[in-house]
């Protein structure tokens, strides 16, 4: 089974910035997708970016221009800049075997952290 390490959630002020990490091990396939999502209080869980083994890049539409997703080695990254109140959730990282933002295609996932835009 795969381990995830994921940190770098915290508490920021709108138009602040955080950079979230995931690390994860044991993986058994040469393709995969790391993905990241996340789930506000009362609302669903939703894709915000993911990343394929072959450079494969996705962002949800209010992510574009904000943030980026890269990856160093075996750890992924979510580079998030100017935050707003509605950043605010869980964000969660992912393991799928296909290429995209559905929840349905991850079967895989880490224990979360808290992101929290508030002034």
């Known amino acids: 089974q795969l381990q995830f390490v994921e940190s770098g959630g915290g508490l920021v002020q709108p138009g602040g910035s955080l950079r979230l990490s995931c690390s994860v091990s044991g993986f058994t396939s040469d393709y995969y997708v790391i993905g990241w999502f996340r789930q506000a209080t009362g609302k669903e869980r939703e894709g915000v970016s993911c990343?394929?083994?072959?450079?494969g890049i996705l962002y949800e539409d209010s992510a574009k221009g904000r943030f980026t997703i890269s990856r160093d080695k075996g750890t992924v990254y979510l580079q998030m800049n100017s935050l707003q109140p509605d950043d605010t959730a869980v964000y969660y990282c992912a393991v799928a075997r296909r290429f995209g933002l559905s929840e349905a295609l991850y079967d895989y996932w880490g224990q979360g952290t808290q992101v929290t835009v508030s002034s």
């Open positions: 990343l394929s083994s072959t450079g």
